[in-house]
């Protein structure tokens, strides 16, 4: 697995990664509606990027270069020498199969070991146990739920819970995460 900046030359085979409902369950919007969907999520990923505030990659497979999935840098804050990791999915395919493990560690790795992270968080719809089981794998430190945080999907109120690797905990989860893959 390795992770590529996002471009539109993913778009096709991400289109066709994206089109099972559960992977949009949580999100803002279900991306896999239509094709003029999925492409506005696109274009919205490749804008952010493009205007530095967030950093959108392509998840894919090293072994045939098929677009498996995507997730971001979001919430830059350089003053403050933090991030989040976010807008992650994968084709189900490809869950318990060790490619977030993977993705997780590429990136938390270039966070804190290039960017000097002091702080990296994710959030997740409270709902989520799936993503939240996953976040505490890592282990990332759960720090909370914030009520009715965001309005999602034509204005459903979502309770947002919040997680955190710092930069003390980086070479525990590091492990982990090496550990983990190494049994994959």
Same mark, same amino acid.
């Given at each position: 697995?390795?992770?590529? $900046?996002?471009? +539109?030359?993913? *778009?096709?085979?991400?289109?066709? &990664?994206?089109?099972?409902? +559960? %992977?949009?369950?949580? #999100? ?8 003029? !969907?999925?492409? &506005?999520?696109?274009?919205? &990923? ?7 505030? *967030?950093?959108?990659?392509? !998840? ?6 098929? $677009? %498996?999935?995507?997730?971001? /840098?979001?919430?830059?804050? !350089? =003053? ?11 084709? $189900? ?8 493990? @993977?993705?997780?560690?590429? #990136?938390?790795?270039?966070?804190? =070991? ?6 990296? @968080?994710?959030?997740?719809?409270? +709902?989520? *146990? ?9 282990? &990332? ?8 945080? #965001?309005?999602?999907?034509?204005? =459903? ?5 919040? /997680?955190?690797?710092?930069?003390? =905990?980086? $070479? ?5 995460? +090496? ?6």
């Amino acid at each position: 697995m390795r992770l590529e $900046p996002l471009a +539109r030359g993913h *778009e096709e085979g991400l289109f066709e &990664a994206a089109q099972d409902q +559960r %992977i949009w369950r949580w #999100m803002h919007y279900d991306a896999s509606e239509s094709r003029e !969907t999925f492409h &506005a999520w696109l274009e919205d &990923a490749l804008a952010a990027s493009e205007a530095g505030t *967030e950093g959108a990659f392509a !998840t894919v497979d090293a072994e045939t270069g098929e $677009p %498996i999935g995507s997730t971001r /840098y979001l919430a830059l804050r !350089t =003053e403050h020498r933090g991030l989040e990791i976010g807008w992650t999915w994968l084709a $189900p395919s490809r869950w318990q199969a060790g490619a977030n493990v @993977e993705a997780k560690l590429l #990136m938390l790795e270039h966070a804190f =070991e290039r960017l000097g992270c002091l702080r990296v @968080e994710f959030k997740t719809d409270a +709902r989520n *146990e799936r993503s939240r089981a996953a976040l505490a794998a890592l282990p &990332a430190q759960f720090e909370g739920v914030f009520r009715k945080h #965001m309005l999602v999907r034509g204005g =459903e109120r979502r309770d947002s819970a919040y /997680y955190s690797i710092i930069d003390d =905990e980086w $070479p525990e989860v590091r492990d982990n995460l +090496r550990r983990r893959l190494a049994v994959v």
